[in-house]
């Protein structure tokens, strides 16, 4: 009797590429190898406390189901953060998410039915790749150059990927992997784009605290695409709760927030808990987010210094997010990165980066290119990158 074959759409889901050396890491570990993880947007900053008190006195006698659109005062606090920032919406342009993926993923099953495009650019965080296969549509890649900084290419270069079967522009700002902040020019050419062809614009603001040089953008602050805009958002990296698993969707497209929550109402509701936490810490001030900028500007700047002294890294300094991507003096960065984890460690340490070509949709592209998260304090981050800098020389010398 034959065994019986799981779906093409499964066979072809691309494993993480930031995920998928972690065997090798844990084997390194086992022989007493220290590695410093640069490879996840993971940040070690403490979780506010206000988040954690709330999740710690949850005393309902009863963990229930919640709205499928999100709690109440989740949703109202909510209301009241994108105001502060001059993103001025109602409780009924919110849909609340389980994480940024799933808002992600909502938009995406939205505005495209199977077969249909979304442009994209790259490089760009490897799971949108995933997301596009879940919902049977296809990705269209533009590339971007490290040379100028990841930023966007003139409009005629956009326009001309766009096809009969495109139904929206997908972009990332402040962007990872790259930490590329688009100007206001750059998000006005979106969206005259998307308004001049009828398309959807799907904007990831997951980083907008996280901002060194320049001002955020919104999609929401440009006017004229308020039936088209479709804002991404997450309190994984901002409230350093990324395991809480709590987003959100918000558009002021009607018939967008009614087909986003007949998904939500399938899949019941988001974590109820982690709700209550991230309400509680909705009402925390801008400094607080002003002294994680701070610290994050000082590994910013670490990491770009000890990169700058590498002989053949090209790399412009991002001025947004807690990534730098940058083309590594080396052939074969998978090559690389595994062969840091297996072969190489400086006094018994090591580095390991999440590799290039994952976060590219067009094949050999990328595979030069590293994306590294300064996600550690400084004195771990300067010997992550001493141990990356003696490994490229070791490696090219072998």
Known sequence: MATPKISQRAKEMPASPIRKLVPLADAAKKKGIKIYHLNIGQPDIP??????????????????????????????????????????????????????????????????????????????????????????MQLVPITLQAENGFHLPPQE??????????????????????????????????ARICQEHDLFVLSDEVYREFIYEGKHTSIMHIPGVEDRAIL????????SACGARVGCLVSKNDEVMAAVLKLAQSRLCSPTIEQVGATAALVIQDDYFEKIAAEYKRRR????DELMKIPGVVCLKPSGAFYIMAKL????????????????????????????????????????????????????????????AKGIETYNKR
Not at 301 to 304: A, L, S
Not at 329 to 355: H, Q
Request: glycine share 6%.
């Open 47 to 136: 979780t506010p406390h206000e988040f954690m008190d709330a999740v710690r006195n949850f005393n309902e006698e009863v963990l229930a189901y919640g709205n499928s659109k999100g709690l109440q005062k989740f949703i109202t606090g909510l209301v009241q953060y994108y105001k502060r920032r001059n993103i001025l919406v109602e409780e009924k342009n919110i849909q609340v998410t389980t994480g940024g993926s799933e808002a992600m993923i909502f938009s995406m099953i939205c505005v495209a039915d199977v077969g249909d495009e979304i442009i994209i650019f790259e490089p760009f965080y490897n799971n949108y790749n995933s997301f596009a296969k879940m919902a049977d």
């Open 232 to 239: 991404l958002d997450s309190m994984s990296k901002r409230y």
């Open 157 to 190: 270069k956009i326009v001309e990927k766009i096809t009969a079967k495109t139904r929206a522009i997908s972009i990332c700002s402040p962007n990872n992997p790259t930490g590329t902040v688009y100007t206001r020019q750059e998000m006005e050419m979106i």
């Open 301 to 304: 700047d670490t990491v770009y």
């Open 329 to 388: 003096p080396v052939k074969d960065i998978e090559d690389f990165a595994r062969w840091m984890l297996t072969d190489f460690n400086l006094d018994g340490e090591t580095t390991m980066i999440a590799p290039g070509p994952g976060l590219y949709a067009t094949p050999g592209k990328g595979e030069d290119e590293a994306r590294i998260a300064y996600v550690l304090n400084v004195d771990d981050l300067k010997k992550a990158m001493r141990c990356l």
